[in-house]
């Protein structure tokens, strides 16, 4: 689920939070947060922002506990160094926290950072899905940022698009889709358009099956 202006960005041409979005992208994002087991969310995408969305609205919240399921969803950092400011407000967030971080012969790992729970090794994205749904995590969403969301797209393993079109327009270079991930573009399909209010609307897309899956098809 990404919040972008009209001319595809995530943030000002300087940088920095954007804080796109308003009241209505903000209840979406509260739907996906509560339909999820887990939320992946970028080491640099948590700096700039400092915390990550935490599901409020009361009847997502009694929904979540009458699935017999945790307030929130669990917060998964992808970090190549895994350094991060403890006193970022996310640790004091009231959620569960693993890390995904980079590891490898020069790169041995320190001890678990305060405030992790657990550490998984960063390697393919299909072996660390796979590993992710093994412990209990089988439904994702994705809170950004832009590098994390071109690799899961560039291996062709996201499966819908949830974007918030907001009426502005920022310019600059931070577009929410690396040039490395189209060399492996995809078809898609729309499956919801929305008005948010405030003159944002909300487009969900469903990724095609590839050609070769779909033979045989009727």
Do not use: N
Request: glycine share 12%.
């Amino acid at each position: 689920m990404l919040a972008i202006s009209l001319d595809g960005r995530l943030a000002p041409a300087g940088g920095g939070a954007a804080q796109l979005g308003g009241s209505g992208d903000r209840a979406v994002l509260e739907e996906s947060l509560a339909w999820a087991d887990g939320c992946l969310i970028g080491a640099r995408t948590l700096r700039v922002h400092g915390s990550t969305c935490l599901i409020r609205e009361p009847g997502l919240l009694a929904r979540r506990a009458a699935q017999g399921r945790s307030p929130q969803p669990l917060a998964v950092v992808v970090s190549r160094s895994g350094l991060l400011g403890p006193a970022l407000p996310f640790f004091s967030q009231p959620l569960s926290r693993w890390l995904l971080q980079a590891a490898g012969p020069a790169q041995p790992l320190a001890p678990l950072p305060a405030g992790f729970e657990r550490r998984l090794p960063l390697r393919h994205w299909p072996a660390c899905l796979a590993e992710l749904r093994a412990l209990g995590l089988e439904r994702l969403v994705l809170l950004g940022g832009a590098e994390l969301a071109g690799a899961l797209l560039a291996a062709q393993l996201v499966d819908e698009l949830h974007l918030t079109l907001c009426p502005l327009l920022l310019g600059g270079s931070h577009s929410w889709l690396p040039a490395s991930a189209l060399a492996a573009a995809s078809a898609w399909e729309l499956l919801e358009h929305r008005d948010l209010g405030g003159g944002e609307l909300l487009l969900r897309y469903r990724r095609k099956a590839p050609l070769a899956s779909r033979q045989g098809e009727p």
